[in-house]
């Protein structure tokens, strides 16, 4: 009788526990249900016909876009062709920099380290830091002690690994197409300052304070770097993940959303991007046939809906970091790619988002604080004819529509 009981209970509880749940979320009722509901499976959103926003949309945008727009309760208020697979461009970052954020804590920092092994073979082995200097690494190599032979070994990732899938050879020239590296001075911008250029840097310096010494340097894969047995001497730390996390949504930077990428997932030594998908299809997001291929967006394989990007900025509002999440994001009017749009509008300062822009793709996605409370915004457009000017026009449109 008692087991019966019990697969009563239970069975009572999986048919009602979904609707007390969305109960307390819709009503905010304990700020607790809140981050329990960002982390489940649930995913409380549901649609209602509002005539005026399809109406909009319809007038404003061509079949080369997609369009979502989820109000503050939760409803989809309009959408068009939002099951349709895009490329995003710098919109994969919304999801990176959140993952990011939910692996560390705000103020923690990468580490560059200087190791020494039991047998005197000294190794740097660093996470990415993007504002790494020649100076950082100079600071390390001077606890160094003397020794008739001095052996150091700089642990960097594999060549093969440099760039992601989908970067084209073109991205690959530019700055905002650097290579993707563990020891990288400035992060990469300059083609000048790579391994090998450290690695000089090294040895002129430690031939200057010890010119007895014969002295090694060598790169080893970091693949092949095994950190037991190995004694921690001294670390430069990187800006805070807060910090980072700003760099790379306000202002778009592609190495840094790849190294912190990297550093949270664990995946210094591979491209790979399943983690990501995964962790968004644990939350119930819809991710069907979509292709994640870098934490950036520089990639010209990823393909996204702006159903799953406005579904996911729905829920992050739940999320215990939101506020930190929201305050990164480009601001319409006053910073990042956002500062010099809608400066002489309403919409200056309301509008906290993020923008992508490739050759024939342009996406904006955030959120919009209209007078009754902040809508969710899902905009792509891949076209050979893309029109940001459109969407700007639209976006100002969207503040002065009357909630329905």
Known sequence: ????????????????????????????KLKVFNHLYFDSPFNFIDKKVCKNYDLLVKNSFDNSFSVSIIDKNGYIITEYNQNNLRIPASNIKLFSSAYVLNKYKNYDTLKTSLYK???????????????????????????????????????EVNNEILWPKGWTNSDKLFSYGSPITSLAISSNDN????????????????KTKYPLSDIDISIV?????????????????????????????AESHNFTAEILFKNASNTWNQN???????????????????????????????????KLISS??????????????????SIAGIRGTLANKLNNSEVKGKFFGKTGTLSNV???????????????????????????????????????????
């Not at 019966?4 to 307390?24: A, C, E, G, N, V």
């Not at 083609?191 to 430690?206: A, W």
Request: contains cysteine.
């Open 1 to 28: 009788m008692k087991l019966k009981k019990l697969l009563l209970i239970l069975f009572f509880l999986s048919i009602f526990f979904p609707y007390f749940f969305k109960y307390f979320i819709t009503n905010n």
């Open 362 to 404: 342009f996406a904006i996605s955030g959120y919009l604080y209209k007078k009754d409370g902040p809508i969710t915004v899902s905009i792509i457009q891949n076209s050979s004819n893309i029109s940001p000017n459109k969407v700007f026009k639209f976006l100002n449109n969207l503040y002065y529509l009357e909630d329905c």
């Open 312 to 329: 996911f900025l729905h829920k992050m509002k739940y999320n215990k970091n939101f506020e930190i999440y929201n305050s990164s994001l």
């Open 117 to 155: 092994s039991h047998n005197n073979k000294y190794f740097i082995i660093g996470s990415g830091d993007p504002d790494l200097l020649i100076p950082d690494i100079e600071e390390l190599i001077s606890h160094i002690k003397y020794s008739k032979k001095i052996k150091l070994s700089l642990v």
């Open 272 to 306: 790979e991007y399943n983690s990501l998908k995964n962790w968004l299809n644990n939350k119930g997001l819809p991710v069907e046939n979509i292709i994640i291929s870098d934490a950036s967006g520089l990639s010209r394989n990823n393909l996204v809906t702006t």
């Open 191 to 206: 083609p000048n300052k790579d391994i090998y250029t450290v690695s000089k840097r090294v040895l002129s310096y430690l």
């Open 221 to 249: 894969d970091r693949e092949k770097f095994n950190s037991k047995n190995v004694k921690l001497l001294k670390e430069v730390n990187s800006n805070t993940i807060l910090s980072l996390i700003t760099l790379v949504n």
